[in-house]
T-cell receptor, first 115, second 120 residues
Framework: DQQVKQNSPSLSVQEGRISILNCDYTNSMFDYFLWYKKYPAEGPTFLIS?????DKNEDGRFTVFLNKSAKHLSLHIVPSQPGDSAVYFCAALATSGAGSYQLTFGKGTKLSVIP | DSGVTQTPKHLITATGQRVTLRCSPR?????VYWYQQSLDQGLQFLIQYYNGEERAKGNILERFSAQQFPDLHSELNLSSLELGDSALYFC???????????????????FGPGTRLTVL
């Protein structure tokens, strides 16, 4: 049972345009969400996070939107740059209850930014 | 460079064997996490240690065990290896364990480069 789903295994975007990466979750106990970026032969790197008490968090070119009712979040990258080409993982955790504070990851979306 | 080191980078072994993966956390980080990434899976949480003590367990097989030593480095032991154990194994560290209250920067997990295990 996959609790965090990234349904698009890959995404190609032109340089300068917006990249939108999507993530859905099923566990209503999740109340904190994170995005990690991973380059080949490296470990994941923390990018941005959002608490369930917010619906938007922005950090430079990166914005994460959360729609709690739809159990959906998205990462927007504007403008996209070739250096953004990487695999992006969505992760979620619950801050209470059984199994709390364990990060649950999606399978990742490979973003390719074309110059 | 996250500051988390993992050795070895690559490991090739045979079924039935036992291996040990090593992780050194970032300086000052007390919490260590182990994750497994199989070919078509996302990262699966295995186990967490904080200051030498086991803190949380995820989908870790009984054939696998881990420990965190007084110098805070951690080892993940995998025994009776099977073909399906072939995967990338990541270690992550954070200042504090994810343990309550509002998440802060001290909870951010920094990942090492991983150990690629191939079981033949």
């Amino acid at each position: 049972d996959q609790q965090v789903k990234q349904n698009s295994p890959s995404l190609s975007v032109q340089e300068g345009r917006i990249s939108i990466l999507n993530c859905d979750y099923t566990n209503s106990m999740f109340d904190y969400f994170l995005w990690y970026k991973k380059y080949p032969a490296e470990g994941p790197t923390f990018l941005i996070s959002i608490s369930s008490i917010k619906d938007k968090n922005e950090d430079g070119r990166f914005t994460v939107f959360l729609n709690k009712s739809a159990k959906h979040l998205s990462l927007h990258i504007v403008p996209s740059q070739p250096g953004d080409s990487a695999v992006y993982f969505c992760a979620a955790l619950a801050t209470s209850g059984a199994g709390s504070y364990q990060l649950t990851f999606g399978k990742g979306t490979k973003l390719s930014v074309i110059p | 460079d996250s500051g988390v080191t993992q050795t070895p980078k690559h490991l090739i072994t045979a079924t039935g064997q036992r291996v040990t993966l090593r992780c050194s956390p970032r300086s000052g980080d007390l919490s260590v996490y182990w994750y497994q990434q199989s070919l078509d899976q996302g990262l699966q949480f295995l186990i967490q240690y904080y200051n030498g003590e086991e803190r949380a367990k995820g989908n870790i097989l009984e054939r696998f065990s881990a420990q965190q030593f007084p110098d805070l480095h951690s080892e993940l032991n995998l025994s009776s290896l099977e073909l399906g154990d072939s995967a990338l194994y990541f270690c992550a560290s954070s200042v504090a364990p994810l343990s309550g209250g509002v998440l802060s920067s001290t909870d951010t997990q920094y990942f090492g480069p991983g150990t690629r295990l191939t079981v033949l």
